[in-house]
């Protein structure tokens, strides 16, 4: 049987796409292995979110190659999208490339590669491509017992510091019925829970004819889907409504990670972002408001260009004020193309180390502190894999909350939904629940 392997970098859209294309190729007849081992064919779907997610690809690709120099090799994604559009590609890096918005055509042009032996390269002007999304498909995914649903493409939001909107274009959005039919097959195939993903998620939708929370109720009735989860939102999409439309759709989970980047307005608007800490504050607010202590994450970056001493302790300020489940903190890293790559006031990478560590140091805090407020509670937890941690085997799985547990026990109890009670600290990142 011909073997195919494949190795994904970057986001869990990329992630979803990488699990489209093995899908594809398991179809057409390919054993999939390990990247790892020796295949007749090797796709690397690429990141470029970075200058360091670019030299990964290349790495990827580059190792491909001398594991097997006579295989095919397939570049997708972002890095090569990018660096097409920048002149920096040719076709000697890869026998197929396929940037992004043609990965449905992987199969034909594997075959036409197969027969013709000449390099074939797949980039198109993606900025310039009508509003048209590509339909992909999965019916089983590579995480344990959740399964993660791209429904949304592109960005229009053009931050100062990010690659993106010129890697995947502009805001297009997958038609619900066709996540329905998806989630309707992952449901039959054993999923509960469903992660609804995208490069810009807030913006999913056709101005007057459905948006995000239409999407949420309409797979809100899948039998067999027990949560819905959502991945990065931004705090403009939480209103009122927003917020009590979902609290009243119990499948939803209260875990939501809302996009901060910083908690100074000033850095804000030097990142073009669409919104202010007041306007952020709000929308933490409402959620807040229409949810049980619900799981609150975000990210930030330090360093920015022009970010000041004082810059950093108003946002210092403002996440010890908000409050973080969980703060995935960032240094700020150049990307050329980008407007803040060439801004004065670059901070040198001592000071970004320093402020990162103290960031860090909070984020923790922080965490464990919102972990420990559920001791004494009862959680629901969809269990996922076995692990042992101290000599002792553990069943792990997460809460609703998305927070990680441990339960002692010798049944197999993989993909099933468990209520206990939190009972202590396992350790800094996971708490240990009893059943009654």
């Not at 042009?109 to 009508?130: G, Y």
């Not at 066709?178 to 998620?201: K, P, R, S, T």
């Not at 004819?209 to 939102?233: A, M, N, T, W």
């Not at 468990?418 to 009654?436: F, H, K, P, W, Y």
């Amino acid at each position: 049987m011909k073997r195919a392997a494949l190795h994904n970098l970057g986001c869990k859209v990329n992630a979803y796409e990488t699990d489209a294309m093995e899908q594809m190729l398991r179809d057409d007849g390919y054993e999939i292995v390990p990247f790892t081992e020796q295949a007749e064919v090797y796709l690397i779907n690429t990141c470029s979110v970075t200058q360091m997610a670019d030299k990964k690809s290349r790495q990827m690709i580059h190792r491909a190659k001398r594991m097997n120099p006579n295989a095919v090799i397939i570049a997708a994604g972002c890095y090569v999208q990018t660096a097409k559009d920048n002149n920096e590609l040719d076709e000697s890096i890869a026998d197929i490339i396929i940037g992004n918005n043609r990965k449905q055509d992987l199969i034909p042009e594997l075959h036409k590669f197969l027969v013709e032996h000449r390099p074939q390269m797949l980039v198109a002007d993606i900025n310039h491509l009508p509003e048209e999304y590509e339909e992909l498909h999965v019916s089983n995914s590579s995480e344990h017992t959740r399964a993660f649903i791209k429904v949304q493409d592109g960005c229009n939001q053009f931050c100062s510091y990010c690659i993106i909107p010129y890697a995947r274009g502009r805001v297009r959005s997958r038609k619900p019925e066709h996540v329905l039919e998806e989630v309707e097959q992952l449901a039959n195939n054993g999923f509960q829970e469903i992660v609804l993903a995208g490069i810009h998620l807030s913006s999913y939708g056709v101005p007057g004819e459905y948006d995000l929370i239409d999407l949420i109720e309409l797979l809100h009735g899948v039998p067999g889907i027990k949560r819905i989860r959502l991945s990065s939102l931004e705090p403009q999409v939480v209103t009122e409504h927003f917020a009590s439309t979902l609290a009243s759709l119990d499948k939803v989970c209260p875990h939501f990670h809302l996009s901060l980047q910083s908690g100074c307005d000033a850095t804000l608007q030097r990142m073009n972002r669409k919104y202010s800490t007041e306007e952020y504050k709000r929308g933490v607010a409402m959620l807040r408001k229409y949810f049980d202590h619900p799981a609150i994450t975000t990210d930030v970056i330090v360093g920015f260009p022009g970010e000041t001493e004082e810059e950093f302790e108003t946002t210092r300020e403002y996440l010890d004020d908000i409050h973080f489940y969980e703060m995935h903190v960032f240094k700020y890293s150049k990307r050329t193309g980008t407007r803040a790559a060439v801004m004065p006031d670059q901070v040198p990478e001592e000071k970004k180390s320093e402020r990162s560590d103290v960031l860090i140091s909070m984020a923790d805090k922080m965490s464990l502190e919102y972990r420990q407020s559920f001791f004494g509670k009862k959680v629901q937890v969809l269990f996922e894999e076995q692990e042992e941690i101290d000599g002792k085997i553990y069943w792990m799985g997460f809460t609703k909350e998305y927070i990680r547990v441990a339960y002692e026990t010798k049944e197999d109890i993989a993909n099933t939904i468990i209520e206990g009670r939190v009972s202590a600290m396992l350790n800094d990142e996971v708490v240990l629940i009893e059943t009654e």
